[in-house]
């Protein structure tokens, strides 16, 4: 059973096709990054992934069963680009409440244990409005791993975040991966989702241009795979 | 490789009421905390009622024959602002996204958001009721128990119709407006029913059989839009 099967799925926005058959699986304790050019088509894949939409046609299956499953949702953690946290609410009480919506057993020891985690145990009954930003991105990270998910889906995970929490989370994937969890992530830093990386997918402008391992080439020139598979770049004078 | 295990799980069939009450406590809380609808909304209730009591000469009897009405009038209005809020709160931050990619079905959420939203309605509704009763000289406690349960029947209908079309219409550009639009005429049989039976109650007036149908009316459309909505939640909030 594969954590993560896709197959010929579609996506329309009215009549506009956003995704076109796209088919690809990913291993148990694989890390994919999914790359391309905004609009190509990674937040809307990702979004099904995480059962947030559904496919037009085609089938998503993660953990063997459908994305929309309950059981199946126990198991996937998902970093959007929101924080999905609550303003008026303290660190703790949005742990916790993640915790308890997951069914986590002990939700104030999970919940600890990811603001130690992060670093953020001091301020735990700090309201997340008050919290800056770095510290926001550090609690969002605490939320998509509290219930310890075997699938991460990170849409652009290093977006915004300072190095401390780019640090913490490249530290957390490297830990998951170690661990055997499966991790799909899209995003436009090439580097950093090149180096955490076992496969590559990427598309172009809603098709599947490239999928399979990632080479060492890719991770030497990080815009080889661009210039291979990827839409010709126009140039203007 | 097998997928590692996470932290002990509790059984699913168990979670449903425990994760609806966590919904209800954080929307409580939250609101608690920035008092956004809850504010409003008392303002605008006492507002109305002030204005009804000067459109209306409230010592006169065809003014406290309609005063059940004009009593659901303020709620239903009142009601809207915090209905308006519910699902709304959700879109700061992208909240609504990780509550639906949780192991959550869409009823538990649903239910949780109308037990928050029953509970500060109720209490604005409660605030409102001494206001009314020295605006339009009504002596309201008489049949005290009798008109909380009626309030209680009509505002868990408002609030079971209102949370389902708050979250139908939380992407729109024109919610605060839509929702009342798309409300308000499915409400009407409620309203009705709440209205009826409200009258006669705050004066004091004998419980007839007609009253009895509207009763059956009310408890029937509690229990009818419950379910639908129960049932439909989960079409509305996934696309």
């Known amino acids: 059973m594969k954590p993560v099967e896709i197959a010929g799925v579609w996506k329309f926005y009215g009549d506009f096709p956003a995704l076109r058959d796209i088919t690809f699986d990913v291993e148990p304790g694989a890390s994919m990054a999914l790359l391309g050019r905004n609009g190509a088509g990674k937040t809307t894949l990702l979004r099904m992934l995480a059962g947030l939409s559904r496919p037009g046609r085609g089938t998503i299956r993660i953990c063997g069963t459908d994305a929309r499953d309950r059981m199946t949702r126990r198991s996937i953690g998902i970093l959007g680009h929101g924080i999905s946290l609550y303003e008026e609410l303290s660190a703790i009480e949005n742990l916790r409440l993640f915790a308890r919506i997951y069914g986590v057993e002990d939700a104030d020891a999970a919940a600890s244990e990811w603001l130690e985690r992060t670093g953020l145990e001091k301020v735990r009954d700090g309201l997340v409005r008050e919290f800056s930003r770095g510290m926001r991105q550090r609690l969002a990270v605490a939320r998509a791993f509290l219930h310890s998910p075997s699938v991460l889906l990170l849409d652009e995970p290093f977006t915004a975040l300072d190095d401390r929490a780019i640090a913490l989370l490249q530290s957390l994937l490297r830990d998951a991966i170690a661990e055997g969890r499966t991790v799909v992530l899209s995003t436009h830093q090439l580097r950093e989702a090149l180096e955490l990386a076992t496969h590559v997918a990427l598309l172009v402008r809603g098709r599947l241009a490239y999928t399979g391992e990632r080479t060492g080439e890719m991770l030497e020139d990080t815009g080889w795979l661009y210039r291979q598979y990827g839409e010709p770049q126009s140039v203007t004078a | ?239």
């Open chain 2, 1 to 239: 490789m097998n997928p590692p295990a996470g932290p002990p799980m509790k059984a699913p069939h168990l979670s449903f009421f425990r994760q609806a009450s966590t919904v209800a406590w954080k929307d409580l809380r939250s609101e608690l905390r920035t008092k956004e609808a809850l504010n409003a909304s008392f303002a605008f209730a006492l507002v109305i009622l002030l204005l009804f009591s000067i459109a209306f000469e409230p010592t006169e009897d065809e003014t406290r024959q309609i005063s059940g009405g004009l009593l659901w009038l303020v709620f239903a209005f009142a009601g809207a602002l915090i209905l308006n809020r519910s699902f709304a709160r959700e879109l700061a931050n992208d909240c609504l996204d990780a509550l639906i990619a949780a192991p959550m079905s869409g009823a538990a959420l649903f239910l949780g958001k109308t037990l928050a939203n029953f509970v500060l309605l109720s209490a604005v509704e409660f605030v409102c009721l001494p206001v009314f009763g020295v605006l339009y000289n009504v002596s309201w406690t008489h049949q005290f128990w009798p008109l909380a349960g009626v309030i209680a029947l009509g505002t868990w209908g408002l609030t079971v119709v209102g949370t389902v079309f708050s979250a139908l219409t939380v992407n729109l550009r024109l919610r605060e407006l839509m929702l009342p639009m798309l409300v308000y005429p499915i409400l009407i049989p409620c309203l009705l029913a709440a209205m009826q039976l409200t009258g006669p109650l705050v004066l004091g007036d004998p419980y007839t059989a007609e009253l009895s149908q509207m009763l059956r009316l009310l408890v029937a459309f509690d229990v009818i839009f419950s379910a639908l909505s129960l049932a439909l939640i989960e079409t509305v909030m996934v696309r």
